[in-house]
């Protein structure tokens, strides 16, 4: 079965600077999507930032980039000038491409912004 | 477009009641999942279905029911609530041509 580590609890990071959350899965297949979920004091779960297996190019969505290695099955997140609003839970998560399309997540990583 | 909504969104059930929680979604797709989130952890699959009539059991199916008589509602039903039960319950759906599912505000269930 697919398993999604997210071997840091907490970070933190100084407004405007950057900081990296890190996820690693492990999986067999060869068709299969990560993503980056963000769960605010709301509950609900944003869509940050989602990567094809199949793409060898890091995706970037303003200021969230991610490193995908999918030899070493890594996939960290990468905030840029970090801001106020980017305070919250930010799961990582691993879809296969096939049969009932289920995501697998990670415990999470509470990010904390110091003004 | 209203996407995926859950009710209710909070609800307090006493040990051995039953509820149900509903799901619905208004975008015409087929895959339709219940996770639960426990506190401090990821989130994890209950229950799916891949079209109306057909369901499947996840990672922790045990206590819960589910039924998918139409495309657009994916009710799951907590029969003799026990206070293992207590989670937030996330529903979430996903069509054919989307890479990413959508999802509920979720509910917050407390078994007391």
């Known amino acids: 079965a697919q398993t999604v580590t997210q071997s840091q609890p907490e970070m933190s990071v100084q407004e405007a600077e950057t900081v990296t959350l890190s996820c690693t899965y492990d999986t067999s297949e060869s068709d299969y999507y990560l993503f980056w979920y963000k769960q605010p004091p709301s509950r609900q779960m944003i869509l940050v930032i989602r990567?094809?297996?199949?793409?060898?190019q890091n995706a970037t969505e303003n200021r969230f980039s991610v490193n995908f290695q999918k030899a070493a099955k890594s996939f960290s997140l990468k905030i840029s000038d970090s801001q106020l609003g980017d305070a919250a839970m930010y799961f990582c998560?691993?879809?296969?491409?096939?049969?009932?399309?289920?995501?697998?997540f990670g415990a999470g990583t509470r990010l904390t912004v110091k003004p | 477009n209203a996407g995926v909504t859950q009710t209710p969104k909070f609800r307090i059930l006493k040990i051995g009641q039953s509820m149900t929680l509903q799901c619905t979604q208004d975008m015409n797709h087929n895959y339709m999942y219940w996770y639960r989130q426990d506190p401090g952890m990821g989130l994890k699959l209950i229950y799916y279905s891949v079209g109306a009539g057909i369901t499947d059991k996840g990672e922790v199916p045990n206590g819960y029911n589910v039924s998918r008589s139409t495309t657009e509602d994916f009710p799951l039903r907590l029969e003799l609530a026990a206070p293992s039960q207590t989670s937030v319950y996330f529903c979430?759906?996903?069509?054919?041509?989307?890479?990413?599912?959508?999802f509920g505000q979720g509910t917050r269930l407390t078994v007391v």
């Open positions: 998560a691993y879809r296969t491409g096939r049969g009932n399309n289920d995501m697998r």
């Open positions: 979430a759906s996903k069509g054919w041509r989307n890479t990413e599912a959508f």
């Open positions: 990567q094809e297996a199949y793409k060898q």
